[in-house]
């Protein structure tokens, strides 16, 4: 399995514009005659969704890999990392020639989730799709806030068809537990959480959703995709259908995804967000450069204006750039508390390199994709070094399956 980046496109029917699979309810929407064998998991009408945060405590048991690598510590680092794992620099896999062997992991975690269920769901035997982000996002993902959550998968699977959702941050990602980026946070021990969640799911045990669910359907985007792959592949009685979207076990275009990530440390790349850097500290440097807490100041308008720099570029610098990285979060309400990850936890440059991976001109909003970049999460070194780790067939898997990857 390898990340397939998932670009976007129009949807076939009422021609509204798609971010890549963030806005794949649209295509749901526009496809719901061409549901194939996910029919008979379908559909009941109705109006509106109510929702609840969880938070879902897991045992996770897992053989991960070993690895002779040292976390990257520095932008540098994260560079060479890529450099090698995408096999410009000497050839080598780098998965291969750096794993010593396998450990069984344990441990007690937290998982962040949402749960959804249509406000009139009168089925007594309801679906439920269990949705799993890919890499650089989190369950967010599925219910983006962006333009009144018009790009809201969400909302059309259950106010539309009325699916019951359950949308989780990933071990490692998110609000859910963090654990070391090398040794911890790899494919096998998230799997063993989705495992855990859906076996909950089947028995009625997840935490406040008493009902026992015989149809569920999981739905992932990219390496979410290849975990729910995986689960039907190991796991066939925890799932009864696959939706697969940005997927493919052809591995040719990952040395393009890698590199065009131009991967950097998280910590470093978005501070605030990421790092040990509190908001009243920027604010000191910020107030020491120009003299105020605000980046719209009088004097920064003025410099930009004998600068020859208009507004509309200046704005431009800012949401594109490594700077708007830099900054992202500044304007939280609440302040944003940094989540202080370790240097193994990565995250692509800038608002170019998410473009060149999950957004094809012209069909989508500019706006989206600074919304994005300034919402976006890191991915760790072990999830990386774990991405082939995908059975290469499911041969007792007997549900249906749809793949959605979207073209260039």
Avoid at 40 to 45: E, N, Q, R, T
Avoid at 158 to 171: E, Q, W
Wanted: include cysteine; hydrophobic fraction near 40%.
């Amino acid at each position: 399995m390898a990340i397939r980046p998932e670009r976007a496109g129009k949807s076939m029917e009422d021609g509204k514009v798609c971010m890549g699979n963030t806005a794949f309810s649209m295509a749901v929407k526009s496809n719901r005659a061409h549901t194939g064998g996910l029919a008979p998991l379908l559909f009941c009408s109705v109006s509106a969704k109510q929702c609840t945060n969880l938070t879902i405590p897991v045992d996770v048991s897992a053989r991960n890999g070993i690895f002779n690598l040292a976390v990257p510590e520095t932008d540098q680092d994260a560079t060479i990392f890529a450099q090698n794992f995408t096999s410009i620099r000497d050839g080598n896999n780098l998965t291969a020639s750096s794993l010593l062997g396998y450990t069984t992991i344990t441990g007690s975690y937290n998982i962040s989730a949402k749960f959804c269920t249509p406000d009139n769901n009168n089925s007594t035997n309801p679906t439920v799709q269990f949705l799993t982000h890919g890499i650089g996002f989190d369950k967010t993902y599925w219910d983006l806030a962006f333009n009144d959550f018009n790009y809201s998968y969400i909302d059309v699977a259950v106010d539309t068809f009325g699916f019951c959702t359950l949308s989780i941050d990933r071990l490692g990602i998110g609000n859910s537990s963090k654990g070391d980026p090398l040794s911890e946070i790899q494919a096998p021990a998230e799997l063993s959480a989705i495992a855990q969640i859906s076996m909950m799911l089947r028995a009625g045990t997840l935490p406040t959703v008493s009902h026992a669910f015989t149809k569920i359907v999981h739905v992932g985007h990219s390496f979410g995709s290849g975990l729910s792959y995986t689960l039907g592949a190991m796991y066939p009685n925890l799932t009864d259908a696959l939706i697969l979207t940005g997927f493919s076990q052809n591995t040719s275009f990952t040395p393009v995804t890698i590199g065009s990530f131009d991967i950097k440390l998280a910590r470093l790349n978005q501070p605030l967000r990421f790092g040990n850097v509190s908001l009243a500290a920027a604010q000191q440097v910020i107030v020491s450069m120009i003299g105020d807490t605000s980046l719209n100041t009088t004097s920064a308008l003025q410099t930009a204006s004998e600068l020859n720099v208009t507004i509309p570029e200046v704005e431009q610098v800012l949401s594109t750039t490594g700077l708007g990285d830099l900054i992202a979060g500044y304007d939280a309400m609440p302040p944003m508390v940094p989540m202080d990850l370790p240097s193994g936890y990565l995250t692509w440059a800038d608002a170019g390199a998410a473009q060149f991976n999950f957004f094809y001109p012209p069909y989508f909003d500019p706006e989206i994709l600074t919304y994005a970049e300034s919402h976006k999460f890191p991915f760790t070194t072990g999830e990386f070094l774990t991405l082939g780790s995908a059975p290469k067939t499911a041969p007792m898997f007997k549900g249906p399956v749809q793949i959605v990857t979207g073209g260039s």
